[in-house]
C-alpha cells in the first residue's frame, strides 16, 4: 500500500517543470532510507551554486524542521542524512536545458515518530529566482 502522495506546487513558468515525483519504498519505516525521484525538463542553464532549497517538516500544525539546504553541500554530501544526486540532465557544476532526473535520498532517523508528516520544499537559483516547488504527504504510521 502507498502511504504517500505529492504534489508538484510550482508553475508551467519555473525554470524546472516536475513531469513526476515518486518516493520509495512505499511504506516508508524509521530508520529506512526514503528516496524522491523528480523527474522534469530544464528551460534554461541552472548552475548549483548558490542555489538553495527552504524545506519545511510538519507534524500537523507543529513544525518540526525549518531549513534552508545549500544545493552545492547536498551534492557533495555535505548534509548528515540527505544526499541529492543528478542521475541524467546536469552534473555537479548545473543543471541543463533539456530532460533531467534528480534523486533526493534521506535517512529517516530510528527515532522518527510514527505519524503523518507533511514535508513541503521551495527551491530557488543563487539570484533567488523561483526553481521549483514541491509538497508530499508522508505516513510512517503503517
Known sequence: MTTWTGENRGNPTDQLVIGSMDLSPDSPQPGDTLTAVIKGTVSDSIPWDGAYADVTV?????????????????????????????????????LKPGDVQLTIAVQLPRSVPRARFRVVAHAYTATDDYLASLDWDVNLIG
Do not use: H, P, W
Not at 513544525?63 to 544526499?83: A, H, V
Open 58 to 94: 510538519r507534524l500537523g500544525l507543529i513544525k518540526l524542521l525549518t531549513k534552508q539546504y545549500s544545493m552545492t553541500d547536498l551534492l557533495q554530501g555535505g548534509e548528515r542524512n540527505i544526499s541529492l544526486t543528478v542521475d541524467a540532465g546536469g552534473d555537479a557544476a548545473m
